[in-house]
Protein backbone atom coordinates (compact mmCIF):
# COMPACT_ATOMS: atom_id res chain seq x y z
CA UNK A 1 0.00 0.00 0.00
CA UNK A 2 1.68 3.60 -0.47
CA UNK A 3 2.40 5.25 1.85
CA UNK A 4 4.03 9.10 2.89
CA UNK A 5 7.31 9.00 4.25
CA UNK A 6 8.76 12.12 6.14
CA UNK A 7 12.52 12.68 6.99
CA UNK A 8 14.28 12.97 9.06
CA UNK A 9 12.17 11.38 12.32
CA UNK A 10 13.91 13.05 14.42
CA UNK A 11 15.65 16.44 14.39
CA UNK A 12 17.24 18.66 17.63
CA UNK A 13 18.18 21.92 16.77
CA UNK A 14 19.00 25.48 18.41
CA UNK A 15 16.96 27.84 18.88
CA UNK A 16 16.95 30.60 16.02
CA UNK A 17 18.49 28.16 13.59
CA UNK A 18 16.45 26.94 10.38
CA UNK A 19 15.64 23.44 10.04
CA UNK A 20 13.95 21.84 6.56
CA UNK A 21 11.36 19.41 7.48
CA UNK A 22 10.74 16.53 4.15
CA UNK A 23 7.78 14.91 2.59
CA UNK A 24 7.23 12.11 0.28
CA UNK A 25 3.45 12.18 -0.53
CA UNK A 26 1.87 9.51 -2.52
CA UNK A 27 2.19 9.56 -5.98
CA UNK A 28 -0.70 10.65 -7.64
CA UNK A 29 -1.85 12.55 -5.02
CA UNK A 30 -1.92 16.43 -6.11
CA UNK A 31 -3.17 18.15 -2.23
CA UNK A 32 -0.61 18.02 0.75
CA UNK A 33 -0.68 19.75 3.74
CA UNK A 34 1.54 20.06 7.15
CA UNK A 35 0.40 19.52 10.77
CA UNK A 36 1.80 19.47 13.81
CA UNK A 37 1.01 18.53 17.33
CA UNK A 38 2.76 19.80 20.43
CA UNK A 39 3.25 17.08 22.83
CA UNK A 40 0.00 16.17 24.87
CA UNK A 41 -2.22 18.56 22.42
CA UNK A 42 -4.28 18.38 19.38
CA UNK A 43 -3.49 18.02 15.84
CA UNK A 44 -3.40 21.58 14.68
CA UNK A 45 -3.22 22.37 10.69
CA UNK A 46 -0.45 24.50 9.11
CA UNK A 47 -0.93 24.64 5.40
CA UNK A 48 -2.69 23.21 2.77
CA UNK A 49 -1.23 23.11 -0.83
CA UNK A 50 -2.21 22.34 -4.33
CA UNK A 51 -1.25 23.20 -7.54
CA UNK A 52 2.26 24.81 -6.50
CA UNK A 53 0.64 26.86 -4.46
CA UNK A 54 -0.69 27.75 -0.81
CA UNK A 55 -4.45 26.76 -0.33
CA UNK A 56 -5.36 27.59 3.37
CA UNK A 57 -2.84 28.45 6.35
CA UNK A 58 -3.44 28.76 9.85
CA UNK A 59 -2.43 31.47 11.83
CA UNK A 60 0.00 29.21 13.26
CA UNK A 61 2.12 29.30 9.46
CA UNK A 62 3.50 32.61 9.89
CA UNK A 63 6.31 34.65 7.83
CA UNK A 64 8.76 31.79 9.62
CA UNK A 65 7.24 29.14 7.57
CA UNK A 66 7.40 28.11 4.42
CA UNK A 67 6.51 25.29 2.16
CA UNK A 68 7.49 24.15 -1.30
CA UNK A 69 7.71 21.49 -4.21
CA UNK A 70 10.97 21.82 -5.13
CA UNK A 71 10.19 18.79 -7.54
CA UNK A 72 7.69 15.92 -8.62
CA UNK A 73 8.16 14.17 -5.58
CA UNK A 74 8.91 16.04 -2.65
CA UNK A 75 6.76 18.46 -0.11
CA UNK A 76 8.91 20.18 2.18
CA UNK A 77 7.97 22.41 5.27
CA UNK A 78 11.11 25.04 6.24
CA UNK A 79 11.17 26.87 9.55
CA UNK A 80 13.12 29.74 9.26
CA UNK A 81 14.21 30.91 12.39
CA UNK A 82 13.20 28.22 15.40
CA UNK A 83 11.55 29.34 18.09
CA UNK A 84 11.23 26.91 21.50
CA UNK A 85 7.46 26.87 21.00
CA UNK A 86 8.39 25.01 17.96
CA UNK A 87 8.97 21.74 19.43
CA UNK A 88 6.44 19.73 18.02
CA UNK A 89 5.75 16.65 15.96
CA UNK A 90 5.63 17.65 12.39
CA UNK A 91 3.11 15.34 10.19
CA UNK A 92 2.92 15.69 6.16
CA UNK A 93 -0.43 14.38 4.87
CA UNK A 94 -1.58 14.18 1.14
CA UNK A 95 -5.08 13.28 -0.65
CA UNK A 96 -6.52 12.87 -3.92
CA UNK A 97 -8.17 14.95 -6.01
CA UNK A 98 -11.48 12.48 -6.89
CA UNK A 99 -14.70 13.84 -6.23
CA UNK A 100 -17.97 12.39 -4.00
CA UNK A 101 -16.25 11.98 -0.56
CA UNK A 102 -14.76 13.93 1.86
CA UNK A 103 -11.17 13.18 0.77
CA UNK A 104 -9.12 10.85 2.93
CA UNK A 105 -6.11 12.12 4.02
CA UNK A 106 -2.78 9.90 4.48
CA UNK A 107 -0.54 11.05 7.38
CA UNK A 108 3.24 10.44 7.37
CA UNK A 109 5.15 8.98 10.47
CA UNK A 110 5.91 12.68 11.27
CA UNK A 111 9.26 14.67 12.32
CA UNK A 112 9.71 15.07 15.79
CA UNK A 113 11.44 18.49 15.89
CA UNK A 114 13.31 19.43 19.36
CA UNK A 115 14.34 23.11 19.97
CA UNK A 116 16.57 23.93 22.13
CA UNK B 1 -17.49 22.99 9.51
CA UNK B 2 -19.61 20.95 12.40
CA UNK B 3 -18.64 20.76 15.61
CA UNK B 4 -18.13 17.70 17.14
CA UNK B 5 -18.53 16.08 20.27
CA UNK B 6 -16.86 13.23 22.08
CA UNK B 7 -16.13 11.38 25.43
CA UNK B 8 -12.38 12.27 26.52
CA UNK B 9 -11.32 8.80 27.61
CA UNK B 10 -12.76 5.09 27.19
CA UNK B 11 -11.49 1.90 29.09
CA UNK B 12 -12.05 -1.77 27.65
CA UNK B 13 -10.94 -5.20 27.64
CA UNK B 14 -9.51 -7.33 25.55
CA UNK B 15 -12.60 -9.28 23.18
CA UNK B 16 -14.94 -6.59 24.07
CA UNK B 17 -16.86 -4.50 21.46
CA UNK B 18 -16.61 -0.30 22.12
CA UNK B 19 -19.00 1.83 20.33
CA UNK B 20 -18.00 5.15 20.70
CA UNK B 21 -20.43 8.41 20.30
CA UNK B 22 -19.80 11.45 18.50
CA UNK B 23 -22.32 14.14 18.43
CA UNK B 24 -22.47 16.60 15.68
CA UNK B 25 -25.98 18.53 15.78
CA UNK B 26 -25.02 21.47 13.42
CA UNK B 27 -23.90 18.87 10.50
CA UNK B 28 -25.01 20.36 7.34
CA UNK B 29 -26.25 18.14 4.03
CA UNK B 30 -23.09 17.86 2.44
CA UNK B 31 -21.04 16.64 5.14
CA UNK B 32 -19.90 13.44 5.86
CA UNK B 33 -18.43 11.47 8.87
CA UNK B 34 -15.05 10.17 9.01
CA UNK B 35 -12.84 8.59 11.84
CA UNK B 36 -9.83 8.79 12.35
CA UNK B 37 -7.04 6.94 14.74
CA UNK B 38 -3.90 7.85 15.87
CA UNK B 39 -1.30 5.59 17.92
CA UNK B 40 1.40 7.27 19.96
CA UNK B 41 4.37 8.84 18.19
CA UNK B 42 2.06 8.66 14.90
CA UNK B 43 0.07 10.14 12.23
CA UNK B 44 -3.45 9.61 12.47
CA UNK B 45 -4.70 7.07 9.99
CA UNK B 46 -8.29 7.04 8.35
CA UNK B 47 -10.22 4.05 9.46
CA UNK B 48 -13.83 4.70 7.84
CA UNK B 49 -15.98 7.41 6.59
CA UNK B 50 -20.16 7.35 6.06
CA UNK B 51 -22.63 9.38 5.09
CA UNK B 52 -25.84 7.68 6.61
CA UNK B 53 -27.03 3.97 7.66
CA UNK B 54 -25.00 1.46 8.15
CA UNK B 55 -21.01 1.18 7.20
CA UNK B 56 -18.36 -1.36 7.54
CA UNK B 57 -14.94 -2.19 6.77
CA UNK B 58 -12.50 -4.69 7.75
CA UNK B 59 -11.55 -2.72 10.81
CA UNK B 60 -14.94 -0.77 11.91
CA UNK B 61 -18.30 -0.02 11.73
CA UNK B 62 -19.95 3.23 11.77
CA UNK B 63 -23.69 3.73 12.19
CA UNK B 64 -25.40 6.67 11.72
CA UNK B 65 -29.24 7.57 12.31
CA UNK B 66 -31.41 8.74 10.34
CA UNK B 67 -30.82 12.47 11.47
CA UNK B 68 -27.11 12.23 11.70
CA UNK B 69 -26.78 14.27 14.35
CA UNK B 70 -24.78 11.70 16.07
CA UNK B 71 -22.58 8.58 14.36
CA UNK B 72 -21.15 5.77 16.55
CA UNK B 73 -18.11 3.91 15.41
CA UNK B 74 -17.90 0.39 16.50
CA UNK B 75 -14.84 -1.51 17.32
CA UNK B 76 -15.61 -5.61 17.53
CA UNK B 77 -13.74 -7.81 19.70
CA UNK B 78 -10.91 -4.79 20.54
CA UNK B 79 -6.87 -6.26 20.97
CA UNK B 80 -4.47 -3.95 22.96
CA UNK B 81 -3.16 -2.82 19.63
CA UNK B 82 -6.56 -0.95 19.70
CA UNK B 83 -5.59 1.15 22.45
CA UNK B 84 -5.08 4.74 20.59
CA UNK B 85 -6.94 8.20 20.09
CA UNK B 86 -10.04 8.06 17.51
CA UNK B 87 -11.27 11.38 16.20
CA UNK B 88 -14.68 11.98 14.98
CA UNK B 89 -14.54 14.62 12.33
CA UNK B 90 -17.43 15.84 10.13
CA UNK B 91 -16.68 17.94 6.39
CA UNK B 92 -17.90 18.23 3.04
CA UNK B 93 -18.48 16.36 0.64
CA UNK B 94 -15.68 16.18 -2.03
CA UNK B 95 -13.56 18.76 0.56
CA UNK B 96 -9.62 19.13 0.36
CA UNK B 97 -10.32 21.39 3.27
CA UNK B 98 -8.25 21.13 6.49
CA UNK B 99 -8.89 18.32 8.83
CA UNK B 100 -10.19 20.01 12.47
CA UNK B 101 -8.86 17.68 14.58
CA UNK B 102 -10.54 18.08 18.73
CA UNK B 103 -9.27 16.10 21.63
CA UNK B 104 -10.55 12.78 20.48
CA UNK B 105 -11.48 9.82 22.73
CA UNK B 106 -8.50 7.57 24.70
CA UNK B 107 -9.62 4.18 24.68
CA UNK B 108 -7.30 2.01 26.71
CA UNK B 109 -7.68 -1.56 26.17
CA UNK B 110 -6.57 -3.75 28.89
CA UNK B 111 -5.74 -7.39 29.18
Known amino acids: EPEVTQTPSHQVTQMGQEVILRCVPI?????FYWYRQILGQKVEFLVSFYNNEISEKSEIFDDQFSVERPDGSNFTLKIRSTKLEDSAMYFCASSAATTGYQETQYFGPGTRLLVL | LAKTTQPISMDSYEGQEVNITCSHNNIATNDYITWYQQFPSQGPRFIIQ???TKVTNEVASLFIPADRKSSTLSLPRVSLSDTAVYYCLVGDVGSTDKLIFGTGTRLQVFP
Open chain 1, 27 to 31: SNHLY
Open chain 2, 50 to 52: GYK
